[in-house]
Nanobody, 124 residues
Framework: VQLQASGGGLVQAGVSLRLSCVGS????????VGWFRQAPGKERDFVAA????????SYADSVKGRFTISRDNAKKTVYLQMNSLKPEDTAVYYC??????????????????WGQGTQVTVSS
């Protein structure tokens, strides 16, 4: 499984962005997918996760109510809709895939595959 994240950019606080994570491989649609982010000088943090069929999702407290994770398995794509962006959301965002597709995990070390990351910069 290979992952390609995109959609980042430089935006002002309060606006929205949608990140995409496109997966390859015949089994991608069976994987749970998580989004993580890493700000300069900080550890990688969990953002959101979704099960293989989109039936369950989980979010970090810092993004609940502002971010929405979804997926379109026909397109092999997982989205992260980010609304009401704040300067503290500035980070490189990564998507990751976990073969235990029905379980939501927030620990990055439990994911099997990672994308290359996309930069999100929010100015105040």
């Amino acid at each position: 499984v290979q992952l390609q994240a995109s959609g980042g950019g430089l935006v002002q606080a309060g606006v929205s962005l949608r990140l995409s994570c496109v997966g390859s491989g015949r089994t991608f649609n069976r994987y749970a997918v998580g989004w993580f982010r890493q700000a300069p000088g900080k550890e990688r943090d969990f953002v959101a996760a979704i099960t293989w069929n989109g039936g369950s999702t989980s979010y970090a407290d810092s993004v609940k109510g502002r971010f929405t994770i979804s997926r379109d398995n026909a397109k092999k794509t997982v989205y992260l809709q980010m609304n009401s962006l704040k300067p503290e959301d500035t980070a490189v965002y990564y998507c990751a895939a976990d073969s235990t597709g029905w379980v939501l995990k927030s620990e990055g070390s439990e994911y099997d595959f990672w994308g290359q990351g996309t930069q999100v910069t929010v100015s105040s």
